[in-house]
Nanobody, 116 residues
Framework: QAQLVESGGGLVQPGGSLRLSCTSS????????MGWFRQAPGKQRILVAA????????NYADSVKGRFSISRDSAENTVYLQMNNLKPEDTAVYYC?????????WGQGTQVTASS
């Protein structure tokens, strides 16, 4: 079964930037609106950014608006999340999935830590 694979996480100082990538071996990305979700320790997984199937519309959680940018590249079958001005409260495991999400599409996620 095709899955989603996230990459690009790491440790950065507050104020730093990272770009996350989400790829798939199948047609999950090309067939769906997509989103980036995050789960901090002890908290529920939440949607932080979403993009329509055609890429024309994006939406963001208030907590990341103006700092994060979601995009998609159909030729590379990839969804990106550009994260700027990272804050300690952005520390979480980040996942991509279709929107609405599908249980079978969850990957391993990628850890993002913003700390000095």
């Amino acid at each position: 079964q095709a899955q989603l694979v996230e990459s690009g996480g790491g440790l950065v100082q507050p104020g730093g930037s990272l770009r996350l990538s989400c790829t798939s071996s199948g047609s999950i990305i090309s067939d769906n609106a997509m989103g980036w979700f995050r789960q901090a320790p002890g908290k529920q997984r939440i949607l932080v950014a979403a993009i329509t199937k055609g890429g024309g519309t994006t939406n963001y959680a208030d907590s990341v608006k103006g700092r994060f940018s979601i995009s998609r590249d159909s030729a590379e079958n990839t969804v990106y999340l550009q994260m700027n001005n990272l804050k300690p409260e952005d520390t979480a495991v980040y996942y991509c999935n279709a929107v609405p999400w599908s249980r079978g599409y969850w990957g391993q996620g990628t850890q993002v830590t913003a700390s000095s």
